[in-house]
C-alpha cells in the first residue's frame, strides 16, 4: 500500500507555465467566448460595424484601466450603471430631477451635510411628491336620491314595463324564437351605462355569458330576450352591485343601464365555448 501511494504521488503531473504564444491563445479563446454573449447585444443596439465595435472595446478598457475594487472612483462607476437606471424610472414617472441636481445633492447626503430630512421622511416625501404629480382619482359618488329619480324618469317612459323585482325592460327591437333559460348561455353585444351616460363597460364584439352567473337583474333580463331581438334593462343597485359597487368601475348604490343584443342562445346541454371577454355584469361575490 505505501509503496503503490508512493508511485502514485510520483507519477502526478507538475503545473506548466503556459508560454506567452499559449497565453495569447487563452486570451483569444476567453474573447471569443465573451464575443458570442456581447455581439448580438451590439448588433440590436448599434450599427454593426468597426466603429461602434470599436467604441465598444475602448469603454471596456476605461472600466479595465480602473478595475482597482479599492478605488472610489471605480465604486462610482460601477454603481453609477446601477443608478442611472433608478433615477432614470423616477424622470420617466415625471419627477423634475435632472442629473446635475442629483449629483449635487447626493455629494451632500454622502457627506452627512444636513439634507432637512432622513431616510423615512425623505420615502415619505417623494410618495407625498407623486400623489401631487399623479393625483388618485376621487371615486364618484352617486347619491340615492338622483338615483330614485333616474328609475322614476324611465318607468314613466311609454314602452317600458317593470317587473315585479323592480326591473326596467324595453324592448327596441323585438326578436324572434324562445327565450334563455337560466341554465343556458347566451351571445350578446351589449353597452353598460351609469345614471350619468358614463359608459363603464360594452362589447362590439359577440361574446357568451352563462345566464345564471351574473347580477339578478342582468339574469332577469336575459330571460325576457330573444334571438334577434335589442333591448334596454334598467337595473336598481339592488339587482346589481348594491352598496358595494365593483371594482372602482361601479359607484356603490348605482343604476345600471344596459343595451342588450341577444345574437344567439346556447342550451345548457350543448358545450359552449369559453368566453374570452371580460364579464361586465358577473354576480358580486
Given at each position: 500500500?505505501?509503496?503503490s501511494?508512493?508511485?502514485?504521488?510520483?507519477?502526478?503531473?507538475?503545473?506548466?507555465?503556459?508560454?506567452?504564444?499559449?497565453?495569447?491563445?487563452?486570451?483569444?479563446?476567453?474573447?471569443?467566448?465573451?464575443?458570442?454573449?456581447?455581439?448580438?447585444?451590439?448588433?440590436?443596439?448599434?450599427?454593426?460595424?468597426?466603429?461602434?465595435?470599436?467604441?465598444?472595446?475602448?469603454?471596456?478598457?476605461?472600466?479595465?484601466?480602473?478595475?482597482?475594487?479599492?478605488?472610489?472612483?471605480?465604486?462610482?462607476v460601477?454603481?453609477?450603471?446601477?443608478?442611472?437606471?433608478?433615477?432614470?424610472?423616477?424622470?420617466?414617472?415625471?419627477f423634475p430631477?435632472?442629473?446635475?441636481?442629483?449629483?449635487?445633492?447626493?455629494?451632500?447626503?454622502?457627506?452627512?451635510?444636513?439634507?432637512?430630512?432622513?431616510?423615512?421622511?425623505?420615502?415619505?416625501?417623494?410618495?407625498?411628491?407623486?400623489?401631487?404629480?399623479?393625483?388618485?382619482?376621487?371615486p364618484?359618488?352617486?347619491?340615492?336620491?338622483?338615483?330614485?329619480?333616474?328609475?322614476?324618469?324611465?318607468?314613466?317612459?311609454?314602452?317600458?314595463i317593470?317587473?315585479?323585482?323592480?326591473?326596467?325592460?324595453?324592448?327596441?327591437?323585438?326578436?324572434?324564437?324562445?327565450?334563455?333559460?337560466?341554465?343556458?348561455?347566451?351571445?350578446v353585444?351589449?353597452?353598460?351605462?351609469?345614471?350619468?351616460?358614463?359608459?363603464?363597460?360594452?362589447?362590439?364584439?359577440?361574446v357568451?355569458?352563462?345566464?345564471?352567473?351574473?347580477?339578478?337583474?342582468?339574469?332577469?333580463?336575459?330571460?325576457?330576450?330573444?334571438?334577434?331581438?335589442?333591448?334596454?334593462?334598467?337595473?336598481?343597485?339592488?339587482?346589481?352591485y348594491?352598496?358595494?359597487?365593483?371594482?372602482?368601475?361601479?359607484?356603490?348604490?348605482?343604476?345600471?343601464?344596459?343595451?342588450?343584443?341577444?345574437?344567439?342562445?346556447?342550451?345548457?346541454?350543448?358545450?359552449?365555448?369559453?368566453?374570452?371577454?371580460?364579464?361586465?355584469?358577473?354576480?358580486?361575490?
Amino acid at each position: 500500500m505505501l509503496i503503490s501511494g508512493g508511485s502514485a504521488r510520483a507519477a502526478q503531473k507538475q503545473p506548466v507555465e503556459l508560454t506567452p504564444a499559449q497565453a495569447d491563445s487563452c486570451a483569444a479563446a476567453f474573447a471569443t467566448t465573451m464575443a458570442m454573449y456581447l455581439k448580438p447585444e451590439l448588433e440590436r443596439r448599434f450599427q454593426s460595424n468597426g466603429d461602434s465595435i470599436s467604441e465598444f472595446v475602448r469603454g471596456v478598457g476605461h472600466a479595465l484601466d480602473i478595475k482597482n475594487v479599492d478605488a472610489p472612483y471605480y465604486q462610482g462607476v460601477r454603481n453609477g450603471f446601477a443608478i442611472i437606471d433608478r433615477l432614470g424610472q423616477m424622470q420617466a414617472m415625471g419627477f423634475p430631477i435632472s442629473d446635475k441636481a442629483f449629483l449635487s445633492q447626493l455629494d451632500a447626503a454622502l457627506k452627512g451635510q444636513a439634507m432637512g430630512m432622513d431616510a423615512d421622511k425623505a420615502d415619505a416625501y417623494l410618495r407625498h411628491a407623486m400623489e401631487l404629480m399623479m393625483p388618485v382619482e376621487e371615486p364618484k359618488v352617486l347619491s340615492p336620491e338622483s338615483q330614485q329619480a333616474y328609475l322614476d324618469e324611465n318607468r314613466g317612459r311609454q314602452g317600458v314595463i317593470e317587473t315585479p323585482t323592480g326591473l326596467l325592460f324595453e324592448v327596441i327591437t323585438e326578436g324572434e324564437g324562445a327565450t334563455p333559460k337560466p341554465e343556458d348561455t347566451v351571445s350578446v353585444t351589449y353597452a353598460g351605462r351609469l345614471s350619468d351616460g358614463e359608459v363603464f363597460d360594452s362589447s362590439e364584439k359577440p361574446v357568451r355569458f352563462p345566464v345564471n352567473r351574473l347580477v339578478p337583474g342582468f339574469t332577469e333580463g336575459l330571460q325576457m330576450m330573444k334571438p334577434g331581438g335589442t333591448y334596454r334593462i334598467i337595473i336598481p343597485p339592488v339587482l346589481g352591485y348594491g352598496d358595494s359597487g365593483a371594482g372602482g368601475v361601479i359607484p356603490p348604490g348605482a343604476v345600471l343601464d344596459f343595451t342588450v343584443t341577444l345574437h344567439d342562445i346556447i342550451p345548457a346541454d350543448k358545450p359552449a365555448e369559453p368566453a374570452k371577454a371580460a364579464e361586465p355584469a358577473k354576480a358580486a361575490e
